[in-house]
């Protein structure tokens, strides 16, 4: 919320600087977020007196006026429309002055005639937003030429931005942030009573005489000048529904002129970032801005059947808002309505047909309290946010209705030159009741860490605005101000002890963490542990977005049966992802588009699914992408392809299991190469699935070359990883180990791996490993097969082997891959 | 049978080896070569050994006589093709001490590690921090229930507070509203979940990803979190104080300034936000110019950098604790942030590019 600061120090005078104020404010929880000064940068725009006033010799619009700016008399061409008679004055910037968007001003030929500075309209000082014509200064302003023009007009303030937090409502006007920098401040700063305007009239034949008289409150004690306003229709306020509207006020202005505010006003609104529109209008936003209470002020001529009525619409009732839209409401939109029907939305903004127009001259003011949670269902159903409903829907002070009200008519009146109702309506259909709220000083001690006298927080509570209503024991208990909507426990009332006093002043204290039994989840260790490995073998790792297009999960032809947002921010982020494949794939189209020769990539994250449960599934997948090449040294690159993908896998899997998983032939995904790929095993059970990604699905994803995707269950991995239990220790052999190559020509269909696991079964046990050493195709190989050299390691535990043993056991390797694999042994 | 031209031959052969041996292996240029004239005298086909074959020719009386000849051949040879491959060896390693060194620029041969994401990173810090200071981790789920992310945690109904929340929702269910599904907003969610399976005493820290539908310069969409709270029987704010600034002081810099100020935050009271010195500037180190001109704190020499506050008696009521028996403190902080000021990240949507020239920085 925007802020002036010289309207703070007009309700609580206290010595402070802007930044001390800002400072304690903030560390009270009212965040000051920026200061900006106001009328500090027009250094060289002075007041002028025009002298003589001749239209351009040779340019139609333009005028050549003369002013004196306290030292001399310039020449200055104008294109402004409104340039006053010789003796007004105006604001003008000498040659060299800088206006506060950076222009310098230098002397200029403008249509052949010397131009020596400008005169200035407000909004070429920012100091209004009026761009039409120059500034004029008020006959009542008594400025003499070569006044600084900050001084004239009284612009030195600075505007605080001050970011507030929901829990405070009553800062949402000069009022109550004065009371609290008052309380900050040791400085009682109650809100001061409006005085009267110049001129009331008796408001009682205004008021039907089905309006209980308990009903009406006189508004001032002050002298004023009664006029007569008996022409003035009557009029009478009806509350349907009490719980969403417990108090209505209504107050009575007549005999208004609608017209422009003066020059304070509007420089008061601009500066806090509102239009300003007519002195009616703005009075009603300054007292929005001073008062932190929205209030409404309603053509009393247009409001039909002299009465207003609080109710709940009926479904599809419409009505035209003050924007021009025509609004339908449902039954639990709170409307205000005149005798007819509807004229503005409670709390939320009022309807064009009974808004002021220049041509109003009564005016019947609303000041209410609505419930803050139907104005927040209406304001977010209608999507119409407006200063009113923010306030409203935080909650504003309920008893702060008859001051509002006073100062809104005594404002209207006397900007209007009219004359208000000394008493006006004040219906109250439910009776504010404060909240009685328990405070011990030794529970705040114990919550806080640090001993409070008891007197120190009643002090502080009171200067809050609660009241002591009883005190037993070491229990005392306070009312909360109406004002502070927040104020219901017990909690809360240490909350402003603490704050008040400053969190500064709580010490601070060595943390006690008594350990738990359980710690972390071994999981979460196991997760860190595959990044860590991960890495190590070479990945980077990503973070994509958990949502993606379902038109994504086709073209990677992963599962499209997803779990979808309601409400995505566009449709390439609306749906969650059921693989991880795409947002690495992304990932690398665009590292080859800049030119990137290696991708290397892994991603540990969740993929989630639709389920029976209330909530989907949430899988969480470790995901690798290899594309481009495997860097090798100098010039030795090449295509990454299934084995790099596979060697990946087993080098994670063996730092964090301490064992290499099994590939095996198998079914894989839809979008993995149906040949070049593999099953991940582990202890028998499937954990995911490695290979090159089918070139399909490749040419879709606008990857090029073979892309190596694998994807592993890591929920499953870690449930097999705790199931083998820690890696543990053996003794060295103690008999050395033989070895034996055996190579062979095999036709291509027999796996390597088969061929080892069979030669090794073939030793009778004695082969302690069998190591493919040898792979050739081509020359002398006939078609279809291949040379595959084995080294056998053979050993005894037990006893060193005798060549004739190993010899024995060779021959039967031999014997077998000739059997069972028809291998001509080489 | 014996053959006395054997002898002859044998003894010729003998001397022909003698003569020649000697110089044709010290000419030899290098190892192969050397290794190539050895061969020709003791190879398999070499002329010492085809005479050794003619052995059984040669008379009884002589054999034993000329066998020993032909031994003692064989070891001069060989004690000589030593010698000469000993110099050779020397005059290599001579010359590789003496010659050109190595063009050490060539690339190193090694595959190389790859990198952990800034977020995993900057996570891996703070964990370690939190968890040697005896806090557990925890994990929640990212698709939540409304009611855990909001009504639990003390958020009224229709109430402001979740302005800030703007909440993704999942289709099927009510598209908004108490019964909803959402993505989480915010990890304090962990808070509900992990009360409500245990009793105190709990502290536990909690990374993750939440998901907000903000989506401009400074706001990513999904972003992350970290939670941390300690729940027992008369935990304090000074404790919370105490937490955060060693906290804060291990991260970035045992001499930042920690300052707690006022807040709101429904689950939490009192509440407050916590600033620290700009570490951009090194505030603390009361270079006024450069904070003046710093951009990041703007001149104000502090950043904000988490929230916190005392768990509200309503979220202890929520989860069916005794909020007269029990206190604790919440803090949460955001992993993007924090990572994007330790590791000078300039703008929050590099994290979620995966451009390798970027993850390869850190
Ligand atoms: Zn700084």
Same mark, same amino acid.
């Given at each position: 919320?925007?802020?002036?600061?010289?309207?703070?120090?007009?309700?609580?005078?206290?010595?402070?600087?802007?930044?001390?104020?800002?400072?304690?404010?903030?560390?009270?929880?009212?965040?000051? =977020?920026?200061?900006? =000064?106001?009328?500090?940068?027009?250094?060289?725009?002075?007041?002028?007196?025009?002298?003589?006033?001749?239209?351009?010799?040779?340019?139609?619009?333009?005028?050549?006026?003369?002013?004196?700016?306290?030292?001399?008399?310039?020449?200055?061409?104008?294109?402004?429309?409104?340039?006053?008679?010789?003796?007004?004055?105006?604001?003008?910037?000498?040659?060299?002055?800088?206006?506060?968007?950076?222009?310098?001003?230098?002397?200029?030929?403008?249509?052949?005639?010397?131009?020596?500075?400008?005169?200035?309209?407000?909004?070429?000082?920012?100091?209004?937003?009026?761009?039409?014509?120059?500034?004029?200064?008020? /006959?009542?302003?008594?400025?003499?030429?070569?006044?600084?023009?900050?001084?004239?007009?009284?612009?030195?303030?600075?505007?605080?931005?001050? $970011?507030?937090?929901?829990?405070?409502?009553?800062? %949402?006007?000069?009022?109550?942030?004065?009371?609290?920098?008052?309380?900050?401040?040791?400085?009682?700063?109650?809100?001061?009573?409006?005085?009267?305007?110049?001129?009331?009239?008796?408001?009682?034949?205004?008021?039907?005489?089905?309006?209980?008289?308990?009903?009406?409150?006189?508004?001032?004690?002050?002298? &004023?000048?009664?006029?007569?306003?008996?022409?003035?229709?009557?009029?009478?306020?009806?509350?349907?529904?009490?719980?969403?509207?417990?108090?209505?006020?209504?107050?009575?202005?007549?005999?208004?002129?609608?017209?422009?505010?003066?020059?304070?006003?509007?420089?008061?609104?601009?500066?806090?970032?509102?239009?300003?529109?007519?002195?009616?209008?703005?009075?009603?936003?300054?007292?929005?801005?001073?008062?932190?209470?929205?209030?409404? $002020? *309603?053509?009393?001529?247009?409001?039909?059947?002299?009465?207003?009525?609080?109710?709940?619409?009926?479904?599809?009732?419409?009505?035209?808002?003050?924007?021009?839209?025509?609004?339908?409401?449902?039954?639990?939109?709170?409307?205000?309505?005149?005798?007819?029907?509807?004229?503005?939305?409670?709390?939320?903004?009022?309807?064009?047909?009974?808004?002021?127009?220049?041509?109003?001259?009564?005016?019947?003011?609303?000041?209410?309290? *609505?419930?803050?949670?139907?104005?927040?269902?209406?304001?977010?159903?209608?999507?119409?946010?407006?200063?009113?409903?923010?306030?409203?829907?935080?909650?504003?002070?309920?008893?702060?209705?008859?001051?509002?009200?006073?100062?809104?008519?005594?404002?209207?009146?006397?900007?209007?030159?009219?004359?208000?109702?000394?008493?006006?309506?004040?219906?109250?259909?439910?009776?504010?009741?404060?909240?009685?709220?328990?405070?011990?000083?030794?529970?705040?001690?114990?919550?806080?860490?640090?001993?409070?006298?008891?007197?120190?927080?009643?002090?502080?509570?009171?200067?809050?605005?609660?009241?002591?209503?009883?005190?037993?024991?070491?229990?005392?208990?306070?009312?909360?101000?109406?004002?502070?909507?927040?104020?219901?426990?017990?909690?809360?009332?240490?909350?402003?002890?603490?704050?008040?006093?400053?969190?500064?002043?709580?010490?601070?204290?060595?943390?006690?963490?008594?350990?738990?039994?359980?710690?972390?989840?071994?999981?979460?260790?196991?997760?860190?542990?595959?990044?860590?490995?991960?890495?190590?073998?070479?990945?980077?790792?990503?973070?994509?977005?958990?949502?993606?297009?379902?038109?994504?999960?086709?073209?990677?032809?992963?599962?499209?049966? @997803?779990?979808?947002?309601?409400?995505?921010?566009?449709?390439?982020?609306?749906?969650?992802?059921?693989?991880?494949?795409?947002?690495?794939?992304?990932?690398?189209?665009?590292?080859?588009?800049?030119?990137?020769?290696?991708?290397?990539?892994?991603?540990?994250?969740?993929?989630?699914?639709?389920?029976?449960?209330?909530?989907?599934?949430?899988?969480?997948?470790?995901?690798?992408?290899?594309?481009?090449?495997?860097?090798?040294?100098?010039?030795?690159?090449?295509?990454?392809?299934?084995?790099?993908?596979?060697?990946?896998?087993?080098?994670?899997?063996?730092?964090?299991?301490?064992?290499?998983?099994?590939?095996?032939?198998?079914?894989?995904?839809?979008?993995?190469?149906?040949?070049?790929?593999?099953?991940? &095993?582990?202890?028998?059970?499937?954990?995911?699935?490695?290979?090159?990604?089918?070139?399909?699905?490749?040419?879709? %994803?606008?990857?090029?070359?073979?892309?190596?995707?694998?994807?592993?269950?890591?929920?499953?991995?870690?449930?097999?990883?705790?199931?083998?239990?820690?890696?543990?220790?053996?003794?060295?052999?103690? *008999?050395?180990?033989?070895?034996?190559?055996?190579?062979?020509?095999?036709? =291509? =269909?027999?796996?390597?791996?088969?061929?080892?696991?069979?030669?090794?079964?073939?030793?009778?046990?004695?082969?302690?490993?069998?190591?493919?050493?040898? %792979?050739?195709?081509?020359?002398?190989?006939?078609?279809?097969?291949?040379?595959?050299?084995?080294?056998?390691?053979?050993?005894?535990?037990?006893?060193?082997?005798?060549?004739?043993? @190993?010899?024995?056991?060779?021959?039967?390797?031999?014997?077998?891959?000739?059997?069972?694999? #028809?291998?001509?042994?080489? | 049978?014996?053959?006395?031209?054997?002898?002859?031959?044998?003894?010729?052969?003998?001397?022909?080896?003698?003569?020649?041996?000697?110089?044709?292996?010290?000419?030899?240029?290098?190892?192969?070569?050397?290794?190539?004239?050895?061969?020709?005298?003791?190879?398999?086909?070499?002329?010492?050994?085809?005479?050794?074959?003619?052995?059984?020719?040669?008379?009884?009386?002589?054999?034993?006589?000329?066998? #020993?000849?032909?031994?003692?051949?064989?070891?001069?040879?060989?004690?000589?093709?030593?010698?000469?491959?000993?110099?050779?060896?020397?005059?290599?390693?001579?010359?590789?001490?003496?010659?050109?060194?190595?063009?050490?620029?060539?690339?190193?041969?090694?595959?190389?590690?790859?990198?952990?994401?800034?977020?995993?990173?900057?996570?891996?810090?703070?964990?370690?921090?939190?968890?040697?200071?005896? *806090?557990?981790?925890?994990?929640?789920?990212?698709?939540?229930?409304?009611?855990?992310?909001?009504?639990?945690?003390?958020?009224?109904?229709?109430?402001?507070?979740?302005?800030?929340?703007?909440?993704?929702?999942?289709?099927?269910?009510?598209?908004?509203?108490?019964?909803?599904?959402?993505?989480?907003?915010?990890?304090?969610?962990?808070?509900?979940?992990?009360? &409500?399976?245990?009793?105190?005493?709990?502290?536990?820290? &909690?990374?993750?990803?939440?998901?907000?539908?903000?989506?401009?310069?400074?706001?990513?969409?999904?972003?992350?979190?970290?939670?941390?709270?300690?729940?027992?029987?008369?935990?304090?704010?000074?404790?919370?104080?105490?937490?955060?600034?060693?906290?804060?002081?291990?991260?970035?810099?045992?001499?930042?300034?920690?300052?707690?100020? /006022?807040?709101?935050?429904?689950?939490?009271?009192?509440?407050?936000?916590?600033?620290?010195?700009?570490?951009?500037?090194?505030?603390?180190?009361?270079?006024?110019?450069?904070?003046?001109?710093?951009?990041?704190?703007?001149?104000?020499?502090?950043?904000?950098?988490?929230?916190?506050?005392?768990?509200?008696?309503?979220?202890?009521?929520?989860?069916?604790?005794?909020?007269?028996?029990?206190?604790?403190?919440?803090? $949460?902080?955001?992993?993007?942030?924090?990572?994007?000021?330790?590791?000078?990240?300039?703008?929050?949507?590099?994290?979620?590019?995966?451009?390798?020239?970027?993850?390869?920085?850190?």
């Amino acid at each position: 919320m925007l802020t002036s600061f010289r309207w703070l120090q007009e309700l609580c005078p206290i010595d402070a600087d802007v930044h001390e104020v800002a400072h304690r404010i903030t560390q009270a929880g009212l965040e000051v =977020e920026a200061i900006e =000064e106001k009328g500090a940068n027009l250094s060289g725009v002075v007041v002028a007196e025009v002298r003589t006033r001749a239209p351009h010799p040779k340019r139609d619009k333009l005028t050549l006026v003369t002013v004196f700016d306290g030292e001399a008399e310039h020449e200055v061409v104008c294109g402004a429309p409104n340039v006053p008679e010789p003796g007004g004055r105006v604001l003008f910037a000498r040659p060299g002055a800088i206006l506060p968007n950076g222009t310098t001003i230098e002397p200029r030929r403008v249509g052949g005639v010397e131009s020596s500075g400008m005169i200035c309209s407000e909004a070429e000082l920012e100091v209004g937003a009026d761009a039409e014509g120059i500034f004029i200064v008020d /006959a009542e302003n008594e400025a003499l030429p070569g006044a600084d023009v900050a001084d004239a007009l009284d612009l030195h303030d600075f505007v605080l931005d001050i $970011g507030l937090t929901p829990n405070r409502p009553d800062c %949402l006007g000069h009022v109550g942030i004065a009371r609290e920098i008052g309380i900050l401040f040791g400085k009682r700063c109650e809100p001061r009573k409006a005085a009267g305007p110049r001129r009331t009239f008796a408001a009682g034949a205004s008021f039907q005489a089905d309006q209980p008289t308990t009903d009406l409150v006189k508004l001032w004690d002050g002298q &004023s000048e009664l006029v007569d306003a008996s022409a003035l229709s009557s009029i009478s306020v009806e509350i349907a529904d009490g719980d969403r509207c417990p108090r209505y006020g209504a107050a009575l202005v007549s005999g208004v002129q609608v017209g422009p505010s003066p020059f304070w006003l509007r420089y008061r609104l601009h500066n806090l970032g509102l239009r300003t529109l007519s002195n009616v209008v703005d009075a009603t936003n300054l007292i929005l801005l001073e008062w932190g209470h929205p209030i409404h $002020g *309603f053509d009393l001529h247009r409001l039909r059947g002299a009465k207003v009525v609080v109710r709940l619409a009926k479904d599809g009732e419409t009505m035209a808002t003050l924007d021009g839209i025509e609004r339908e409401f449902t039954a639990d939109d709170l409307l205000i309505c005149d005798g007819r029907g509807p004229v503005a939305v409670a709390g939320v903004m009022g309807g064009s047909d009974s808004e002021i127009r220049d041509d109003t001259k009564d005016i019947l003011i609303e000041c209410a309290y *609505f419930d803050p949670r139907s104005i927040r269902r209406t304001s977010r159903r209608l999507g119409l946010q407006t200063d009113s409903s923010h306030r409203f829907e935080r909650g504003v002070d309920p008893e702060a209705v008859p001051r509002v009200m006073a100062s809104a008519a005594s404002l209207i009146a006397e900007l209007g030159e009219g004359a208000s109702a000394t008493t006006a309506i004040d219906r109250v259909a439910i009776a504010h009741s404060p909240k009685s709220i328990a405070f011990r000083p030794a529970r705040a001690a114990r919550l806080l860490g640090t001993e409070i006298e008891a007197e120190d927080s009643q002090r502080i509570l009171e200067a809050v605005g609660c009241r002591l209503v009883d005190e037993t024991g070491k229990v005392f208990t306070f009312e909360a101000p109406s004002w502070r909507p927040d104020l219901g426990r017990e909690v809360d009332l240490i909350e402003e002890v603490a704050r008040v006093r400053g969190y500064d002043e709580i010490p601070t204290a060595v943390p006690r963490v008594r350990p738990s039994e359980s710690g972390t989840p071994e999981v979460l260790r196991f997760i860190s542990a595959l990044r860590t490995a991960a890495v190590t073998t070479g990945l980077y790792e990503a973070v994509n977005y958990a949502f993606l297009s379902v038109e994504d999960l086709q073209k990677a032809r992963v599962s499209t049966e @997803v779990v979808s947002l309601a409400n995505p921010l566009s449709e390439e982020r609306s749906a969650m992802r059921t693989s991880l494949l795409p947002g690495l794939a992304g990932a690398a189209t665009r590292a080859q588009r800049h030119g990137a020769t290696e991708v290397q990539l892994f991603e540990l994250a969740r993929t989630f699914h639709p389920s029976d449960d209330p909530l989907p599934r949430e899988d969480t997948a470790l995901a690798i992408l290899l594309a481009g090449n495997r860097s090798g040294w100098i010039g030795d690159e090449q295509p990454f392809e299934f084995y790099d993908g596979k060697g990946v896998l087993e080098a994670i899997l063996d730092r964090v299991i301490g064992q290499r998983p099994d590939f095996t032939q198998g079914e894989v995904p839809a979008f993995m190469h149906p040949k070049r790929s593999a099953i991940v &095993s582990l202890a028998g059970r499937a954990v995911g699935f490695v290979g090159e990604i089918h070139p399909d699905v490749g040419d879709a %994803l606008e990857l090029h070359g073979r892309v190596v995707y694998a994807e592993i269950d890591v929920a499953l991995l870690h449930a097999i990883s705790e199931e083998l239990g820690t890696p543990q220790g053996h003794l060295l052999p103690k *008999f050395p180990a033989v070895t034996r190559d055996i190579a062979m020509l095999v036709r =291509e =269909e027999f796996t390597a791996g088969e061929i080892a696991t069979a030669l090794s079964e073939a030793s009778g046990g004695l082969a302690e490993s069998v190591r493919l050493f040898d %792979l050739y195709r081509g020359d002398q190989i006939p078609e279809g097969h291949r040379s595959l050299a084995f080294r056998m390691t053979y050993r005894d535990p037990e006893s060193t082997l005798t060549d004739k043993r @190993v010899d024995k056991a060779h021959a039967k390797v031999a014997e077998l891959a000739r059997d069972r694999f #028809q291998a001509t042994i080489r | 049978m014996a053959e006395p031209d054997a002898v002859q031959t044998f003894e010729d052969g003998l001397a022909d080896i003698r003569g020649a041996y000697e110089q044709a292996l010290r000419d030899a240029a290098d190892e192969p070569e050397l290794r190539l004239v050895n061969g020709r005298y003791v190879g398999p086909q070499g002329e010492l050994t085809k005479l050794l074959k003619l052995m059984p020719k040669l008379p009884g009386d002589r054999r034993r006589e000329l066998g #020993q000849r032909a031994n003692a051949l064989k070891q001069e040879i060989q004690s000589t093709f030593d010698a000469v491959l000993d110099s050779i060896h020397r005059h290599a390693r001579d010359a590789e001490l003496t010659g050109l060194p190595l063009d050490v620029t060539l690339p190193g041969r090694w595959p190389m590690p790859g990198r952990l994401h800034p977020i995993t990173r900057i996570r891996n810090e703070v964990l370690e921090i939190l968890v040697s200071l005896g *806090f557990d981790v925890a994990d929640g789920p990212e698709v939540e229930l409304y009611e855990n992310c909001f009504d639990k945690l003390g958020f009224p109904p229709d109430h402001p507070a979740t302005d800030e929340h703007d909440t993704f929702f999942i289709e099927g269910g009510p598209s908004s509203g108490r019964h909803s599904v959402l993505l989480r907003t915010q990890t304090s969610t962990i808070q509900i979940r992990e009360m &409500s399976l245990r009793q105190p005493p709990l502290a536990i820290v &909690s990374p993750g990803a939440v998901y907000r539908r903000d989506d401009d310069t400074t706001h990513s969409p999904m972003f992350f979190q970290l939670e941390g709270f300690l729940v027992d029987t008369d935990v304090t704010f000074a404790e919370l104080k105490g937490v955060l600034t060693l906290f804060l002081r291990r991260l970035f810099d045992e001499h930042v300034a920690v300052r707690f100020r /006022a807040s709101y935050f429904p689950f939490v009271e009192p509440g407050g936000e916590v600033d620290m010195s700009c570490v951009f500037c090194r505030a603390w180190e009361g270079d006024k110019e450069r904070t003046a001109a710093c951009r990041v704190c703007k001149g104000n020499g502090w950043m904000e950098i988490l929230g916190c506050g005392m768990i509200h008696p309503v979220v202890f009521e929520n989860v069916g604790y005794d909020a007269e028996k029990y206190t604790g403190f919440a803090f $949460g902080m955001g992993l993007d942030r924090i990572a994007m000021l330790k590791y000078g990240i300039p703008n929050i949507k590099l994290l979620y590019d995966n451009d390798v020239r970027f993850l390869s920085q850190f």
